[in-house]
């Protein structure tokens, strides 16, 4: 199995280094790693081609775009999405790739993260509140698990089926929700608990920062909206169960 890994970066030449560090430490080596340089200012680019990952540029600004990028460019068969400042322990790709190689049926397997550069107190409210909250809230909304950017990967027909399909051009959203409300009634999406990364606190370093990350999730949702409404989104599930029992008692 030929496995990416995506990471979209703009101004983060120190945290890159360290996540490509980590990413060498793997015990199962990724195949390629994918940088998209979003309109860096700083050494992003050279730190990235200095590890060796294939960098892509992308000069207009934002995640949901340069994320896009990223994956459109990644042959894997599987590919795997982190942020410029994950850092992921020696096991990480291994487990996400067994996970797939045990069950064919998979499509998107995401996982959690942990501070690495907070205070006691901040790490367990960033692990139970935020990360915690998303997947209990979200799971909740979609009727699956939610995606983590930080912290996934995916089959690459997945990401051919929904690449399309996804807001890249838009500024105020998450894109890693965006892309859980593309997941399609009949694409299985796994939380691993278990498949950690750590993660930096800065974006709730400051209240605006934290607040700014608040007030995406509505555009978010609202770019989906009627279409994938929790009942919408139900009964499509409804419905394709419904229709895959036809089938399989009509088998002979």
Not at 45 to 55: C, D, L, P, Q, Y
Not at 119 to 133: A, D, E, N, Q
Not at 168 to 195: C, F, G, N, Q
Request: proline content about 7%; overall charge negative; charged content about 25%.
């Amino acid at each position: 199995m030929f496995v990416s890994v995506v990471i979209p970066a703009r101004n983060d030449a120190e945290m890159l280094a360290r996540c490509l560090t980590s990413l060498a430490r793997q015990r199962r080596l990724p195949d390629e790693i994918i940088v998209v340089d979003n309109g860096s200012t700083d050494d992003t680019r050279a730190v990235a081609e200095a590890a060796g990952a294939r960098v892509i540029g992308e000069p207009i600004p934002g995640i949901p775009r340069a994320s896009a990028v990223g994956l459109d460019a990644a042959r894997g068969d599987l590919i795997a999405r982190i942020d410029a400042d994950s850092v992921c322990p020696p096991g990480w790709l291994e487990r996400a790739v067994t996970a797939f190689a045990d069950d064919p049926g998979l499509d998107v397997i995401s996982g959690s993260g942990e501070f690495y550069d907070a205070g006691p107190i901040k790490r367990r409210l960033g692990k139970s509140w935020w990360v915690g909250g998303l997947y209990w809230s979200m799971t909740i909304y979609l009727g699956h698990a939610p995606i983590f950017g930080s912290n996934f990967a995916m089959r690459r027909e997945v990401w051919a089926q929904l690449g399309p399909e996804v807001h890249r051009e838009a500024l105020d959203i998450h894109d890693d929700l965006d892309l859980s409300l593309h997941i399609k009634p009949w694409m299985t999406v796994r939380y691993d608990p278990d498949l950690v990364v750590g993660i930096s606190a800065r974006p709730f370093a400051t209240w605006s920062g934290f607040t700014r990350r608040l007030s995406w999730i509505i555009p978010t949702l609202r770019n989906h909206w009627p279409e994938d409404s929790p009942l919408a989104r139900r009964l499509a599930r409804r419905r394709f169960a419904e229709e895959r029992d036809v089938e399989q008692k009509a088998q002979p």
